[in-house]
């Protein structure tokens, strides 16, 4: 059997209906790049009688997965978790996920369990970790417009925009064979302060964190801004982290195989 990976979903109004989604492109990139089987978390539901503790969701989660996966989303995390005031009119927000993502992120880490962010996943790690977020970074003194071209192709918006320099050393310029790599960029929000206990892999040319790992994590950690997902099989680095987090979850199915076997 393939390994399991929960992908937290947005929880959001349509059509008169409360409605659960990922969209498909996550979901193919944990399928065909990790080599896995992804299965979707439901936010909204982790609480919805009353009766279950945050502690016995999370039991459950991990009983039934092998690593999990923080997707992209055009929601973003509500400042109140980082200390900040929200902006008037506020931004998209999505506090169902951010119930469910914020301590499954630190159960993940605390347990040693496989865990990718992309982009709203990315923020989702610094804010769970005590880090926090600008709201705007285009607003901020020395920094690009880190935003899509919202008038363009679904092509032109994924394609490669700018570069960013990545760590000697480190993970991702493991996986590239460089530490130079051009990626796209399709956020409004970005890292202000970076967690405690988190290393950068990666930044943009204008300084803004663009990837990271936990320091000390047990199991696989990490995390980027720019989305991996899109057409992963034609990008190196990007197949290379959807394979990396893979093997991390196999290795953690064939332990809990032998744990449970052992039992």
Same mark, same amino acid.
Do not use: I, M
């Given at each position: 059997m393939r390994p399991v990976i929960g992908v937290v979903s947005d929880v959001k109004p349509g059509s008169g209906h409360v409605t659960h989604g990922v969209t498909e492109k996550y979901l193919f990139a944990v399928a065909r790049g990790a080599q896995t089987y992804p299965v979707m978390l439901p936010g909204r539901l982790s609480d919805v009688d009353g009766t279950m503790s945050e502690t016995a969701v999370l039991e459950e989660i991990f009983a039934l997965v092998d690593g999990i996966f923080l997707p992209g989303s055009p929601s973003n995390v509500a400042p109140e978790h980082y200390g900040a005031a929200p902006y008037d009119p506020p931004l998209p927000s999505d506090p169902h996920r951010d119930v469910l993502s914020l301590p499954l992120i630190r159960a993940c880490i605390e347990r040693g369990v496989p865990l990718f962010g992309v982009c709203r996943g990315f923020q989702e790690m610094n804010v769970a970790l005590g880090g926090t977020l600008h709201q705007k970074v285009h607003e901020q003194p020395g920094h690009f417009d880190h935003r899509e071209d919202a008038t363009g192709t679904i092509e032109a918006q994924y394609a490669p925009v700018h570069e960013?320099?990545?760590?000697?050393?480190?993970?991702?310029?493991?996986?590239?064979?460089?530490?130079?790599?051009?990626?796209?960029? *399709?956020?409004?929000?970005?890292?202000?302060?970076?967690?405690?206990?988190?290393?950068?892999? @990666?930044? #943009?040319?204008? +300084? =803004?964190?663009?990837?990271?790992?936990?320091?000390?994590?047990?199991?696989?950690?990490?995390?980027?801004?720019?989305?991996?997902?899109?057409?992963?099989?034609?990008?190196? *680095?990007?197949?290379?982290?959807?394979?990396?987090?893979?093997?991390?979850?196999?290795?953690? @199915?064939? #332990?809990?195989? +032998? =744990?449970?076997a052992a039992e």
């Open positions: 960013v320099a990545l760590t000697p050393g480190g993970v991702l310029a493991g996986l590239a064979g460089a530490t130079r790599w051009k990626v796209n960029s *399709l956020h409004g929000q970005g890292v202000d302060r970076l967690a405690p206990g988190l290393v950068v892999e @990666a930044r #943009a040319d204008d +300084g =803004l964190v663009e990837g990271f790992r936990v320091k000390d994590a047990p199991g696989f950690a990490l995390a980027v801004q720019w989305h991996p997902e899109w057409r992963f099989w034609a990008d190196a *680095l990007s197949s290379g982290l959807f394979a990396s987090f893979g093997e991390a979850a196999r290795a953690r @199915a064939a #332990a809990r195989r +032998g =744990l449970k």
